[in-house]
């Protein structure tokens, strides 16, 4: 798939959406059908590859997210526009995480005991996110595009609810649909530390719960 011309800024973000997830291929086919100028800044025959898709097809779809997110990568200076507003980076994996996080720098850190917890800017594109780290059990980030007005605050000591406990970083997971790890050695260090954390920092939580 190519490009004839460069794409608006709209253009670029809506197709971006499309290919990470936060728009569904209903949503998509209707704007792509309303968006005429896309006929000239795609090359005839690329365009023609898109309108032409089975957008009720999952393997179809499939396939024209993986074309458009080709021409959509060249020239992109950071990865922010490829994850989700919110979603799962896997430490290691593919090492994506590695080119993800290669332009973000640390704005902030809780002044609570949450050392799972920070938010962080993008030197290239400016998006600010909230990070949570789960390095405990499943190997993730658990990232969310936050606002600067919700940086601002955090900043002035209100931190988003969101992962305000070590239970709801684990709770994402679930809800992100992260596989289940499983542990050779179920007395593991970290499985241990992570337990005993729930059990101080989620009053609530019963032992069922956690497993005991
Ligand atoms: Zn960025």
Not at 106 to 122: D, E, G, M, N, V
Not at 154 to 176: E, H, Q, S
Request: net charge negative.
């Amino acid at each position: 798939m190519q490009l004839e011309s460069a794409l608006t800024e709209d253009q670029r973000q809506v197709l971006w959406k499309f290919v990470r997830g936060d728009v569904n291929a209903n949503e998509f086919e209707k704007w792509l059908y309303n968006e005429t100028a896309l006929e000239t800044a795609f090359e005839d025959e690329s365009y023609l590859i898109l309108i032409g898709c089975d957008f009720r097809s999952k393997e179809d779809t499939y396939k024209i997210k993986a074309s458009i997110r080709s021409v959509l990568e060249v020239g992109e200076n950071c990865r922010c526009l490829a994850v989700r507003d919110l979603d799962n980076i896997e430490m290691g994996g593919d090492w994506f995480f590695e080119k993800f996080f290669a332009t973000l720098t640390k704005l902030a850190s809780p002044p609570t005991k949450q050392w799972w917890l920070y938010i962080s800017r993008c030197n290239a594109c400016c998006t600010n996110w909230l990070v949570a780290q789960e390095e405990r059990i499943h190997d993730q980030f658990y990232v969310e595009r936050i606002s600067d007005r919700v940086v601002q605050k955090a900043k002035a000591g209100i931190w988003p609810d969101r992962f305000r406990t070590y239970a709801d970083v684990l709770d994402m997971g679930v809800k992100l649909g992260v596989s289940e790890a499983r542990f050779v050695d179920p007395m593991s260090g970290s499985l241990q530390v992570t337990v005993e954390e729930l059990l101080q920092t989620v009053l609530t939580i019963s032992a069922r719960e956690v497993g005991l």
